[in-house]
């Protein structure tokens, strides 16, 4: 088997470092290229894209070899390995349809999660997560990892040779591992991708002149993300996909970091922006190709993290510590604003504040819908005015004026908001300019009075009637 392995990877070498330059001069010629911007794009001229194409052509060519390989050579079931390849041509027809006419966010999740469901339907399950059988949950924890690996090497493809490196660092990982567990299946997989992602890294690497495409990218993580499943599956550690994740430790913490950054800033999950770990790399002084080979010393480190703790079981647990420990320092030094904001407000008490303010907003409004008079809703007004410091409250209801000063203020610098209050009247609200109590909530108590009265307005002059008509 060993012999079939060398054969299939060095013919898939061959066939990548022959096949890219052919179709990067065709792509060229058929304007397939990737044109730069003015935002997230780094190159200054138009380069060939689409690369998933010679490495996907590599990589089943080698393949087909193995049908003219002697049986005693390949000890597994080929019919087994075909149930997949539904699955990686879905999510390769999805790239290439991205690449050509750029496919909506939702288009390519459809596409991304029909070639996760061929690839489960395949075989390709995780069953356990940390040592826990993960149960009925199998087949969605394996649409989230499959489809998170995707997606993760699609994100980090934004410098020159980054997105093929890493994944050759992996994918050679994961055939290592295979060889040491006697894995025949994931290492006859992995080997023509090794072969195949070196023979393009050629032509990939600073500087450029062919890209991976969403063609490569999102065929590469799925295959990886299918091969650590694999991996996982034949793993003797109860930890079972600790292993693959912390090869592929770089796509996943970057995936990982832009949702939660978005998630902070309340921004659309699959956006785009320049906030990606190469990007911070880059905004640091680092050149393209020193953010490549920085990435690649530490894609490395993970290698070798996660190939010790499938070669001595009793150490898995404080590999993990440590390359948890080491992902954190480098998120540090990293910069990202939206972490250390937010873990100063989580211990500064900034954020038990602004829950507390959002509780009482809450609150006041079930109050103020709940009031059956103005002169009630005035009172709940006052009350809450005096909480958030303000010091005059003026509110002028169907042309009948309501008046309280609350207190006095040794500063006479004072700001007034006026709230309109169409077919009704106008509220007036008078505050001290440095005034530090629940100044992040003003605007939303503001928000709130605007709305109940308006909401309840028709109820409060029907029961003003009702009181004018008992007077008479």
């Known amino acids: 088997m060993v012999y079939a392995i060398y054969i299939i990877g060095f013919c898939a070498f061959l066939f990548s470092v022959i096949l890219t330059p052919i179709c990067r001069n065709l792509f060229r010629r058929f304007g397939i290229v990737d044109r730069p911007d003015e935002g997230r794009k780094l190159h200054t001229q138009p380069i060939a894209h689409m690369g998933g194409v010679p490495i996907a052509i590599a990589y089943v060519a080698s393949c087909l070899l193995l049908f003219l390989v002697p049986r005693e050579m390949v000890p597994i079931h080929l019919s087994h390995v075909l149930l997949a390849v539904p699955a990686g041509l879905v999510i390769f027809l999805t790239g290439i349809l991205d690449d050509v006419v750029h496919l909506k966010p939702w288009q390519k999740l459809c596409g991304q999660t029909v070639g996760a469901l061929l690839a489960y339907w395949a075989g390709v399950r995780i069953v356990s997560v940390g040592g826990f059988h993960v149960g009925w949950l199998s087949l969605l924890v394996t649409l989230v990892w499959?489809?998170?690996?995707?997606?993760?090497?699609?994100?980090?493809?934004?410098?020159?040779?980054?997105?093929?490196?890493?994944?050759?660092?992996a994918t050679?990982?994961?055939?290592?591992?295979?060889?040491?567990?006697?894995?025949s299946i994931l290492?006859?997989?992995?080997?023509?991708?090794?072969?195949?992602?070196?023979?393009?890294?050629?032509?990939?690497?600073?500087?450029?002149?062919?890209?991976?495409?969403?063609?490569?990218?999102?065929?590469?993580?799925?295959?990886l993300g299918c091969f650590g499943v694999v991996w996982g599956q034949k793993s003797?550690?109860?930890?079972?996909?600790?292993?693959?994740?912390?090869?592929?430790?770089?796509?996943?913490?970057?995936?990982?970091?832009?949702?939660?950054?978005?998630?902070?800033?309340?921004?659309?999950?699959?956006?785009g922006?320049?906030?990606?770990?190469?990007?911070?790399?880059?905004?640091?002084?680092?050149?393209?190709?020193?953010v490549a080979l920085i990435l690649y010393g530490v894609a490395s480190i993970g290698a070798i993290l996660s190939l010790l703790s499938v070669a001595d079981n009793r150490i898995t647990g404080s590999i993990v510590v440590l390359f948890c420990g080491a992902a954190w320092i480098g998120i540090q030094h990293l910069g990202y604003s939206e972490f250390s904001t937010a873990r100063q407000m989580l211990f500064a008490g900034t954020f038990q504040q602004v829950l507390d303010t959002q509780l009482r907003l809450r609150s006041l409004e079930e109050e103020l819908l709940a009031d059956t008079s103005i002169q009630a809703y005035w009172e709940h007004i006052l009350d809450a005015a005096r909480?958030?410091?303000?010091?005059?409250?003026?509110?002028?209801?169907?042309?009948?004026?309501?008046?309280?000063?609350?207190?006095?203020?040794?500063?006479?610098?004072?700001?007034?908001?006026?709230?309109?209050?169409?077919?009704?009247?106008?509220i007036n609200f008078t505050r001290p300019h440095d005034s530090p109590v629940f100044s992040m909530g003003v605007s939303s108590f503001i928000d709130v009075v605007r709305k109940t009265i308006s909401a309840k307005s028709q109820e409060f002059r029907a029961d003003e009637l009702k009181i004018v008509n008992a007077a008479q």
Request: net charge neutral; hydrophobic share 50%; aromatic share 10%.
């Open 273 to 290: 922006d320049r906030d990606h770990i190469h990007h911070r790399l880059l905004n640091l002084g680092f050149k393209p190709r020193s």
């Open 172 to 183: 050679l990982t994961m055939l290592i591992a295979a060889l040491l567990q006697h894995n």
């Open 387 to 426: 909480t958030f410091d303000f010091v005059e409250v003026r509110l002028n209801f169907a042309e009948t004026i309501y008046q309280q000063r609350l207190r006095d203020t040794e500063s006479d610098l004072c700001w007034s908001l006026r709230v309109p209050l169409p077919g009704i009247g106008y």
């Open 187 to 223: 290492a006859l997989a992995t080997a023509p991708l090794v072969g195949a992602l070196l023979g393009f890294l050629r032509y990939n690497f600073n500087p450029a002149s062919i890209f991976l495409g969403d063609s490569g990218s999102l065929t590469v993580g799925f295959l």
């Open 236 to 271: 003797a550690t109860i930890l079972g996909m600790t292993a693959p994740m912390m090869a592929l430790g770089i796509p996943i913490l970057d995936t990982s970091l832009s949702i939660i950054r978005r998630f902070l800033r309340h921004q659309p999950i699959f956006g």
């Open 146 to 169: 499959l489809i998170g690996c995707t997606n993760a090497f699609n994100l980090i493809d934004g410098v020159d040779g980054l997105a093929a490196g890493v994944g050759l660092f």
